[in-house]
């Protein structure tokens, strides 16, 4: 079955630590993104990458980082630079127009 | 004032019932529009997804686009306890530094009860 794949489903971790989510895809799609999901509040895009080994900031990328080595894997570390890092964090990829992103299951970070 | 509003309910609808979601956006750059449907704790899915203005219909769902109001909606047509989740709307410009980036409404959480 093609699709992403995100995990862990459930993370926890103490403060100041770093953390990385694993987002990996085989739907053959150039295009992949990260956002973050708060209570009540849209999808805010952290970074996307419309291509291996090139990635842009989104617009809440302080605190994070990101790397696309493989045109299937695109993982997001959460920093300890990240002030408010708990969140349902969202991988999604794309083709290159009519921009349809597909979305992963979610990762539920919880950092206490 | 954001690029996209929607209102975020919650809406609670008896089954059968026709439901009408809304956003407004204020960026004319727009043209691709999608509403996708988020149940709790997963990621959302793409439910519909229409190019400039117009209506287009699938099953029981239709999305209808005005860009001359800024404005896009989704029908649910006979409404099913199974349509309870969050719907998000979300919308691209066409190429240039935008590429790719979907702007999202904040969702509406709908119930329909039996």
């Known amino acids: 079955d093609g699709g992403i794949t995100q995990s862990p489903k459930y993370l926890f971790r103490k403060e100041g630590q770093n953390v990385t989510l694993s987002c990996e895809q085989n739907?053959?799609?150039?295009?992949m993104y990260w956002y973050r999901q708060d209570p009540g509040q849209g999808l805010r895009l952290i970074y996307y990458?419309?291509?291996?080994?090139?990635?842009q900031k989104g617009d809440i990328a302080e605190g994070y980082s990101v790397s696309r080595e493989k045109k299937e894997s695109f993982p997001l570390t959460v920093t300890s630079a990240q002030k408010n890092p708990t969140a349902f964090y969202l991988c999604?990829?794309?083709?290159?127009?009519?921009?349809?992103?597909?979305f992963g299951p979610g990762t539920r970070l919880t950092v206490t | 004032q954001k690029e996209v509003e929607q209102d975020p309910g919650p809406l609670s609808v008896p089954e059968g019932a026709i439901v009408s979601l809304n956003c407004t956006y204020s960026?004319?750059?727009?043209?691709?529009f999608m509403w996708y449907r988020q149940y709790s704790r997963k990621g959302p899915e793409l439910l519909m997804y229409?190019?400039?203005?117009g209506n287009k219909e699938d099953g029981r769902f239709t999305a209808q686009v005005d860009k001359s109001s800024k404005y896009i909606s989704l029908f649910i047509r006979d409404s099913q306890p199974s349509d309870s989740a969050t719907y998000l709307c979300?919308?691209?410009?066409?190429?240039?530094?935008?590429?790719?980036?979907?702007?999202f409404g904040q969702g509406t959480i709908l119930t329909v009860h039996p």
């Open positions: 999604a990829s794309s083709t290159p127009g009519p921009y349809e992103q597909y």
């Open positions: 739907l053959n799609h150039d295009a």
């Open positions: 990458s419309q291509i291996v080994n090139d990635f």
């Open positions: 960026n004319s750059a727009f043209q691709y």
């Open positions: 229409t190019y400039s203005s």
């Open positions: 979300a919308m691209v410009a066409a190429g240039g530094t935008s590429y790719g980036k979907l702007t």
